[in-house]
């Protein structure tokens, strides 16, 4: 689950991790009482969305006096973002956060994941702060320093002063600063269950501060149950609909652009299922893992998320009955049929336990669409065929 | 012969008397599977499946003799079962549940390795020696004897490669579901010299996915180490960046991890790779009869 920079922001604040101050707003009105709060004479008008790069896509904006922040706000609330994390459809604002500006001496990147390999987070800075740190990671990679923190001992003394020497500060009193927000960042990674935070840029002000001046964070879904503060932070509005209401039922859903519906069992399944549609030069229209309980209902709920999409053509359901026998499946597939109007070609593939008793049912039941494959080969086939019309 | 688990090997089932891990435990006895007891906290002394249950780990360790966990408690209380697991003695650790905090999982490996206790899993469907020893909760049946090693991150890309071996009038020696999460246990370069070393097994079938670079450890290995043939399908060639394919551990982030980079990182170590997974058993058939 990902949550918005304002919210990072809140983490950050109640762990001492400095930023500037800022105020949430949802309508212009807001964005003025807000920026007349924190007062000053320049402020930071920031679309909240949860995809970076908001900047360049006009997301993020100076104000210079209370009327450019009301029309900024008015601007930015309502529109559309995209950004090269938003995909072409973009992202529509809801919320700006008011920010008072900040003088930016120089720009710095801090962020912390897991590192799989090392099976521990690392912490990973660099002075290349404000650019696309997979950029500075891919041409320049000497310019990213990391750390990686054994969590029995947690953070040391010794891992802030490999990022403080890696990146080049030297005055021991910024050194200091630099180690205690570095400290700090790792406890809220520690103590969230975060999956990943990134700042970006990290700034140190003309005085010799650092302050957080954006702040990104997705934290361990397996974790949230005992963390119902992060839990109540959730934007509904951020997420896919289909994929929200799949998840309702059970079922992992991601949309794609193709036009092949998939329906699978299993997670690796699912995804090989797309690939061996691509191979035989088709085009899948999502992934779909029904779990381990692929009864008439679920099934009926994945051919209504399906069908929803009108590029599908045809439908390939792909089950490997191992637990649950395939003639259960089969009668499922059947009574969903029944539940659900399926007005594309059905490719029905089950394998395992029961397929011959499957194949037999689904042959004498003879409804109209669903048409009856061997293998995943003659699935995949069948089902690339039939969305090209030629079945 | 098989790898890390037969028909001796001495069982038992933390989570045992729960729907979950009853339902399971009678399915792995069925299929002969040693199972000497089981532990949940508070039914010491009773009786469950017809095998003895037990308040902790220890006191199943020190009344049965087990050497394997088949773990089935809820995700909450997994690092927990582990490290006492860990803690007990026992010698293979393989662990069932899905939805493990990943934090848990990071402290709970750290604890078992520290004991030397293996681990397989979390979120995997186990592992099953042929017609020997099932510890999990795949189809026993679709598992039939034969040479081939298989090891996965997917449980149902495991029933469907070991049924496209059998198909092809192969059969399987021993079966590892790894699991897809972030982190995990015994992975590919640690089972790869189990197999390379086991007289019976004449192939090994390696099943990856997007996400990580478990592979590219892998085929590093694999073009040093491994003489027996390798046949490998990695999943999610058609997956989008930067979203979650059911497992947790399925992600491709920025351009890491992608199914692309897998593929070409093992076919430069010699390893046989399959663009659908359909071919799969065609490929392990073709390989071996050469």
Known sequence: MNVHEYQAKQIFQEYGVPTPRGIVANTPDEAVKAAEELGGNIWVVKAQIHAGGRGLGGGVKLAKSLDEVKQLASEILGMTLVTHQTGPEGKLVQKVYIEEGADIKDELYLGIVLDRAKEMPVIMASTEGGMEIEKVAEETPEKIIKVAVDPTIGFQGFHGRELVFGLGITDKNEQKKFIDFASKLFKIYMDKDVELIEINPLIKTGEGEFLALDGKMGFDDSALYRHPEIEAMRDISEEDPDEREAAKYGLSYVALDGEIGCMVNGAGLAMGTMDAINYMGGTPANFLDVGGKANAETVAKGFEIILKNPKVKAIFVNIFGGIVRCDRIANGILEATKMVDVNVPVIVRLDGTNAEEAAEILKNAQIKNVIPAEDLADGAAKAVAAAKGEL | ?290
């Open chain 2, 1 to 290: 012969m098989s790898i890390l688990v037969n028909k001796d090997t001495k069982v038992i089932v933390q989570g045992f008397t729960g729907k979950e891990g009853s339902f399971h435990a009678e399915q792995c006895i069925n299929y002969g599977t040693n199972i000497v007891g089981g532990v949940t906290p508070n039914k010491g002394g009773q009786e469950h499946l017809g095998r003895p249950v037990f308040n902790t780990v220890k006191d199943a360790v020190d009344n049965t003799g087990a050497t394997v966990s088949m773990i089935f408690v809820p995700p909450a209380f997994v690092a927990d079962a582990v490290m006492e697991a860990a803690d007990a003695g026992i010698e293979l650790a393989v662990i069932i549940t899905e939805g493990a905090p990943v934090r848990d999982m990071m402290f709970a490996k750290m604890y078992a390795t520290k004991k030397g206790m293996k681990t397989i899993g979390p979120n995997c469907p186990g592992i099953i020696t042929a017609e020997e020893c099932k510890i999990g909760i795949m189809p026993g049946n679709i598992f039939k004897k034969g040479n081939v090693g298989l090891i996965s991150k997917s449980g149902t890309l495991t029933y469907e490669a070991s049924n496209q071996v059998v198909k092809e009038g192969l059969g399987i020696t021993t079966a590892v579901g790894i699991g897809g999460d972030p982190i995990i246990g015994l992975s590919y370069k640690q089972l790869l010299p189990m197999f390379e070393a086991d007289p019976e097994t004449e192939a090994i079938v390696m099943i990856g996915e997007i996400g990580g670079d478990l592979e590219i450890q892998a085929a590093e290995y694999i073009k040093e180490n491994i003489k027996k043939p390798v046949i490998a399908f990695i999943a999610g060639q058609t997956a989008p960046k930067g979203k979650r394919m059911g497992h947790a551990g399925a992600i491709v982030s920025g351009s890491a991890g992608t199914a692309k980079e897998k593929m070409e990182a093992l076919e430069k170590a010699g390893v046989h790779v399959v663009v659908s997974p359909a071919d799969i058993g065609k490929k392990v058939a073709e390989v071996l009869k050469k």
